[in-house]
């Protein structure tokens, strides 16, 4: 009996009792964001005809679910799903080519997959690429089922998949400064946010449900939320104030409000700053930490008593956070000193000139953090006193992805620092709470971030480990010539292979390596990053691709030689999607709630499961070994670095085990869980919760351990970093790796002239109805979504279109000075800062998605990215861009 | 007993599960739409205000609706929810035009939501469920059925999932609440009275059932059917349906 159908078997055996019933629930996990909240699905005569959210649980909206998730019901319908492999006919590949897909056999589809790689493998396992995102119906399997595959095999690091706006600098700064993926505002108990960019609380993203939920209900109570961003429409409807801001320039008004609060109001948390900041490790005239000669170890001084001490001396009771000592025999200062100094240069005026954001808006809202703040104030929950900051500044997606968001994102963190707010009682949390003390009945399911190298904060939870280059400590670069991604030489950051100038780098760096086989799942490369033309470029030299996916999109349609059916979600067993994925755990005070994605029937056709695929494919190509590795390090934690790593940790899946999907989610549950809490215990009960501690939502002051804010790795690496890139033809502002916080101005208002004809600013936004392009696919979303005017138009400011002759749905055209252009319809708006066009990133033309087809705008069709375009410390693309707007059509 | 909705917008934020929802919950075909959302903006940059109604039938107390009626389809129950009976009911549309709301939906033609790829299996189990004829009107009908179906277990309808309209139970912004409007000690009486929620458009003088908190009695919002415009209250007002969106557009 084969991998496949000894599931099925075992499927039967669990649920087939209870598919015989007429009418009954499932508990299952929606995947239609990220977000990944708790559903429960409605099944008659084995048919899900109602999806709604859980209201025991707290992972969700309770009993809440948006509009997609309820809309996604229907896609477990579509007839344009891929029941069957197929492989391409049409020999072409490029966008827009019709594939002209083959039906063929699974031994026949996974025969060719198996040969491609093992042939890449033979050359150089690195010449096997991949990609992937938390795609329509794949949810995290991407990071896990998918990714773990590619690591065993020896492939190179994914490529695109996740889109433009994922977050570079928030993962990069999450980690380093929350131990977390990213950062939610505790909602139930926060009573002032500024939100610079991002929709989270409105639409989708991790934690959507949730974040919703929680945020209506602060705002109910009275928690003002102010909003900074270039448009109005999204969840600045929400607040009490929309402040139009130009792109890319809220790294201005940081800085400022930083100036503010530190060198004019002049009140901050300085006791956080004192214990959990490298804020006092003393610096030198190099710019580097002073380290105690014998061991190396960055030295503070005590204020208590006087004397110079290392970072872990049991006696350093009150480390300085200003003034001038003299250690190791040179004239040093705490490092909060220099970012105090070299903050004063950051006027309001300034930033109001750089952002049209008013001077005085700056000011106020600067007064209003610290105010609401409460800094110094302490609460007690459940007999525990944690500090109590109830004001924070977020921001997300629109606002940290630019050519300067690394700098752009620790600027505004570094207010959050001052207020002394994270990841305590009402300030800013890592989501999806980066600590657990275990499940209490096993006290299995345990992570932790800790004090690391040099006394810094370490990622416990491995997801964030595992992204590579994001977490303490940083990369050193051994390259060029292991990653087409530069990381080697770049550190932290990464290039994507569709950029225009990568090719030449790549040469520059003897070409090492070329593609060979490309694997994509639940992504879509040609639409979500770039132009698709530069996506284009790379995938066409690729000889041999292939994608596991339940629906077709522009990037299998136009490169993918062979197409496997995933299960739709809703026929699907997995237990990565709500596990390990730490962001999507309940925040705050929220309860631990685990749930599992449960089929509610069997996959239809001949789709399969997408651990049965891969676990199938690695027995094939012989990896089965080191997959089980991988597959059985993420579910036990085992590389969540905790201190003591010789912590002899039991496996789940032994080496050459050909365990299926089904007994593998069984047993990974009970792992944790316990004996009684297996897959059967999750069919009959839904999921499983257990109340938050304190210490584990507000674990801040409860874990010794200091985060970055003087990047002492920059000043240390900058050398380094420069030559290696400069070799191979990266010619870059190499101050950008310096230790203090910096203003850099975003290449957007470097390439051209002020007054250059190209004046206005490209953004695009979330829906609450759309997510991923797939969305737009879905007819009951297209139904509602069409009556939305923001959705599928080109939005654009009322004064701005009657400036330029443009009137309300007009057909215009947007050109950037590359000569890339769209077109699309306008939306006058007051909604929209004068100088900005705002679009929903839709616009496809896959066949095998007709509803789709046509709608909306693909602003990323505008995007070029090259060396001067994207962020060289985090990796964050520059997704804004400058047009010119001129009407083709009058709508009247 | 009156039932009656009351619907914060305070919390509300204008996602669409509520549209989204009463679609699945009732099958829906394609063209047809019981609740919808009204978005407009007031104000001229940078203070503009974003207006995000979500709307569905009012039920009125007194509603034009069923004075117009030639056939008595259109009918109201006792408990205030006013209903079709598409037996009855002879596609002559004056109920659309009377209502001041523009509510209800009118079923032209058959047509597949996936366009000349036939009807899908949810689809046909739809018309065996909630078979809807062409060339009827339909509406918002408090999800009756769900409300009838659990009474008879005993449940309350506002308070268990289960007989509480679709719209209400899946709201993620917890925006939504339904119940007795002739209870005083209901939570939407103490909602209104409290939070000083408003009727839309009071002036036309049927005593709606729906509430909003945080609302405006005179909502600058517009909706456009058959060329008639509602609550069009500001020359700077503009609004444009998805100029490539669906069919939904007559």
Known sequence: MNIVEKDRERYREIFGERDKQKDYWVYSICSLCYGECAIRVRVVDGRPVAVEGVPESDRGAQGGLCGKGVAALLDFYDPNRILYPVKRTNPRKGIHEDPKWQRISWEEALDTIAEKLVAAMKKDPRTVCSSYTPGPTGGMRGNVTWRRFFQALGGSRALGGPGIMCGGAAHHVGALQYAAWDIIPDYRFCNYVLRCGGAESWASGRNSGASVRQAAAARERGMKLKVMDPQGFTVASLGREWIPILPATDIAVFLAIGNLIVNEIGIYDKEYIRHKTNGVYLIGPDRLYVREKQTGKPLFFDEADGNVKTYDDPTLTQPAIEGKYIANGVECRPAFALVKDHLKQYKPDWASEISTVP?????????????????????????????????????????????????????????NVLLGNQDVCGGILGSGVPRSLGYPETGRFQFSP?????????????????????????????????????????????????????????????????????????????????????????????????????????????????????????????????????????????????????????????????????????DRVGIRRKYNAALDDFYTFRKARQPNPNVEIPRIIEPEEEVSNIEMVDRILKYHFGEKRGLERFRDNGFLTWNKKPEEAYWRWFINARIPIYFENHEEDREEIKKRAEKIGFHLNWDYFTGLTSYFPSVIFTELPADSEYDLFVISQRDSLMTYRFTAHNPHIDKVASRNPYTYNINMNVGTGREKGIRDGDTICLENHWGDKVTGTVKLSQLVHPKVVAICGLGSWAKGAPISRGKGVNPNALIRQDQHHFCIISSSVEPTVRVKAYKIKETR | MRWGMVINLNKCIGCDACAVKCNQEHFLPKGVLWSKTLISETGKYPRVKKHVYPVLCNHCKDPACTKVCPTGATQQREDGIVWVDQNKCIGCRHCMISCPYQSRSYHSEEKEYYPGQGFTEWETIGRILYPLRVGVVSKCIFCKERIDEGIKKGLKPGVDREATPACVIICPAKARYFGDLDDNESEVS?????????????????????????????????????????????PELTFKEGATGSEENE
């Open chain 1, 450 to 618: 800790y004090g690391g190298v040099e006394g810094m904060l370490t990622v416990g939870p491995w997801p964030i480990s595992t992204g590579g280059s994001m977490s303490w400590p940083p990369s050193k670069v051994t390259g060029p010539g292991n990653s087409w991604s530069f990381n080697d030489v770049l550190g932290h950051a990464t290039l994507d292979v569709y950029t225009e100038d990568w090719e030449e780098l790549w040469s520059n760096a003897g070409s090492p390596f070329k593609p060979e086989v490309f694997g994509t799942y639940g992504g879509n490369v040609v639409m979500n990053i770039v132009r698709p033309e530069s996506a284009e470029k790379f995938l066409r030299k690729v000889p041999f691709a292939f994608a596991l996916q339940p629906f077709h999109n522009e990037t299998t349609e136009g490169f993918c030689d062979i197409v496997l059916p995933e299960s739709h979600y809703l026929e699907t067993l997995d237990v990565c999607s709500a596990f390990g994925v730490t962001y999507n755990y309940p925040t705050g005070l929220d309860k631990w709630s685990m749930h599992l994605r449960m089929p509610v029937t069997e996959p239809r056709g001949e789709a399969r499961h997408a651990q049965d695929v891969m676990n199938d494919l690695a």
């Open chain 2, 190 to 234: 103490k909602l209104i009275h409290e939070k000083g929620a408003v009727q839309l458009y009071r002036a036309h003088g049927t005593d709606p059932s729906v509430y909003y908190i945080g609302g405006i009695e005179e909502a600058p919002v517009v909706t456009k059917y058959f060329g008639i415009r509602v609550f069009d209250t500001s």
């Open chain 1, 359 to 415: 001077a005085d808006t700056i000011r106020r809202l600067a007064r209003e953090l610290v105010d609401e703040a409460r800094i110094g104030s302490v609460i007690e929950i459940d007999g525990v006193k944690v500090p109590y900051r109830p004001a924070c500044v977020v921001g997300y997606k629109g606002m940290q992805t630019h050519q300067n968001s690394f700098h752009a994102y620790t600027a505004m963190h570094l207010i």
